[in-house]
Structures are given as structure tokens and as C-alpha cells.
């Protein structure tokens, strides 16, 4: 191959993921919008909560020792009557006691209890995990849960795309003669300064993206099933002999606990020894679970049914203290005990990335470096849509062109089929991208022929 045919190939191989460099990002744009912002603000819940439920969430502390959980269970319960589901302890000195309630009307509350008085301090329905209303519907707009199950494989799809985005972008801009690449902003207006507002921007944070793409995954559809199936099968996922053995219901650990691992959340709960008897009360597990040094934060969900069990978890922002806790309901015997020491490989790095992803690890310097990555995938966006607006023609998309050399296709087709495997979604949507540029392409065609 002469010296300039091998420039013509490179050239034409540049101009091709040029192209769906800027296709793919056109595509998930509004999806990378979404993820940005609902994620940037869902890194600060636990603050947000704090100012918009101060009332219901803090109290002073007092000289006096917080009354016992069967009490303030029951204060809970005489000012919404129902059927408590669980209990969490308060957190810390300054922190109330949360009841959650399932009432008559088929509503489960979130009922504040002060620890010292006893007092019912309000309710809210009860989010699970994002602690309020508002923060729930943050987290369900982050992975589109109110379009359903579709809704859910356009965020997987948008979260492969943003890997590979990330690395086309550093092959565009990667230098081919002499020196750096754009690595500050140098033009002064116009199209060039957004150009280098983009390339700057996503040269220093690609690899924040590509993290906040790859640890959001596990908890995907597609992507995320099949990891969960082979860390399992691998034995590098759920604890070896899990369950030791013990007769399992079929109720998932996630409906049982809103803080559970993510690698065992799927996997059944336990039964009780005997289905009769009588149950353990709420201050002797909590003794329990105390005793075996569970940390504050934590909740006990009580049985389902007569078979049920005990459930005490906890999911802090330090990891290594993440704790599950299974126990007979009329027995007490600890059924089931493990922490993240306890997962395999794959699990640990699963609920280590996770922790991180929600900006959990850290404290404050983890939620402001993601919030600084969610802002920049803000900036891409605004900025790759501003360039592509600037340069299309009037009435046009302004796509580039597709290539002519032949090549291309070879040259590519083993990243883009290694691509399409590693993120079956990504590659689902290749084959519909190609499909709509076969027909464009047929289309006109047959139409200059005509």
C-alpha cells in the first residue's frame, strides 16, 4: 500500500466514525440530558430530603434516652393505624425515627417518630430508597421507569452509546501530524469556539462519563441481567452456599428491603423454621441485630405472612459496612448474616461502583466531582447540539457523508460487531441505523435513476 493510499484509507476511516460519532450523538442527546440532570440532582437526595422534610426528618437532640422501638412503633401506630412493614432506628443523635405503615386504603406511609418524645412528627408516602416523593420521581425519570420495561433498555441503549462516544471522540480528536490536540479552548467565537468548548470538555471528563455509564449499567435490563447471571454462575457474584441450604420463599430480597446488595437482590428471602408460634418483638430483634454490629441507618422489614422472616439491612455511604441480616421470626435464630466481604469478586466491584455512582463513597468530594461530570455531559450536549446546528444546511440534517472507499466497512466491522456484543442494545440500534441508511441510500437511488 503506498504512502497515499494509506492517508486516502485513514482519512476515509476518520470521515466514518466522524459519522456516527455525530449520528449516535444526535440519537441520545435527549437521553444523555435526562441521565445529567436527574442524576446531578439525585446525588444530593439525602440533602434535599434534609431541607424539604427538615421538620419530619431532624429533632434536637436530648439529655434524655430515646424510648424503645415497640414504643415509638406503637405511638405510629395509634396516629395511622395499619400494618407496620418496617422499622429504621434513628440514624443518629438528631435523626427521627421512620415507621412505615401499609393502611387500610392499600397506601404505604412513611410515618416520623421523635425518638425522645415519641411524638408523631408527620408523614410522607413512603420512596423507598430516594426518601421522598420528589427524589422518587427523580429516580424513576433517571432510568425512564415511567415508560416501562422500553423506557428502560433507551437508557441501557444511551449508556453503551456514551462509552462509545467517549472513545470515538478521543479518536477524533487524537493528533495526526505534529503535537496535542485541542486541549484549551482557543478560537473566539462561532462555530470553532464551540468545537473546542466540546473537545475540551469531553477529553478531561470522558473517563467520569465512561465510569457513570459502566456502574449504572448493572442495574439495566439487558446489560445488567446477563452480568448478574454470569458473576453468579462464575460463583463471582452471590455468597457461596447462599442460603445455607435453607428453605427459600418467593419473595425477591428487593421487595422484602429497599437497602439490599444489588448482586443478591433477586435471589429469595428465607422461611421461617415453623409456621406457628410467637413472634419475635421488634426491640428483641433489634437487640439482635445490635449485638452483631450492624451499623445506624439500618431498617428491620417485618415477616411476610407466617412463614416470613426478620429482615435487617442496611446500605451505607461506606460500603464495607453493607449488611444483611436474616432472622426466624419466632426463634430469633439468625438465619442468614453476610456483608459485602461476603459477595464474590464481581459483587464487591458491582456494590463498590454503585456506591460510588450514587456519590455514596466519598461524601462530599464524590457528589461534587459527578456533579461536575453530569454538568459536562450537559455542556457536550449543548455544545455538539449548537455545532450541528450552526454547520446543517437550511432545510437538511446536515449528516456526513458516507464514505465511498469500500474499505471502510472491514475496517470497522470487528469494533463495531465487538461493540454490538458487549452492548447488545448499542448493536441493536446499529442494525436499525444501517437499515434506515440502507433505505435513504436505496431511496435515492432509485429516484436519480428514475
Known sequence: MTEQTSRAASA????????WHFIAGLV?????????????????????????HSRLRLVTPASVQMAAASVLAAAA???HPGEIRSYSPPAGADRSAEVD????????????????SAEVLGTLWDAGAAGSPAMYVVRKLHSLEYVGWFGNRLIEMAAGWMVLLVASGIYLWWPRGKGLGTVSIKASRGRPWWRDLHAVTGLYTGVFIVFLAMTGLPWSGVWGGKFYDIANELGLGMPEGYWSGLP?????????TDRAPWIIEQQPVPLSGAASGVPQTLDQVIATVEKRGIVPGYAVSMPK????????SVYPDDITYERVIHLDQYSGEVLYDAGLSDLGTLGRWAEWGISVHMGQEWGLANQVVLLL?????????????????????????????????????RTLLLMALA??????LVGLSMLVLVTVELAVYLGRRRKHLA
Do not use: Q
Open 12 to 19: 476515509a476511516i476518520y470521515r466514518a466514525v466522524w459519522r
Open 28 to 52: 441520545i442527546l435527549p437521553f444523555v440530558l435526562i441521565l445529567a440532570i436527574t442524576g446531578g440532582i439525585y446525588l444530593f437526595k439525602d440533602e434535599i430530603n434534609d431541607a424539604a
Open 77 to 79: 401506630l395509634e396516629a
Open 101 to 116: 405503615i401499609l393502611g387500610p386504603d392499600g397506601l404505604k406511609n412513611t410515618v416520623y417518630v421523635d425518638p425522645y
Open 248 to 256: 427459600a420463599s418467593t419473595v425477591p430480597l428487593a421487595d422484602a
Open 305 to 312: 405472612g407466617p412463614e416470613g422472616v426478620f429482615t435487617a
Open 373 to 409: 461530570a453530569c454538568i459536562a455531559m450537559i455542556g457536550l450536549s449543548v455544545s455538539g447540539a449548537t455545532m450541528w446546528w450552526k454547520r446543517r444546511p437550511s432545510g437538511a440534517l446536515g449528516v456526513p457523508e458516507v464514505p465511498a472507499d469500500l474499505r471502510i466497512p
Open 419 to 424: 461493540a454490538g456484543v458487549f452492548f447488545p
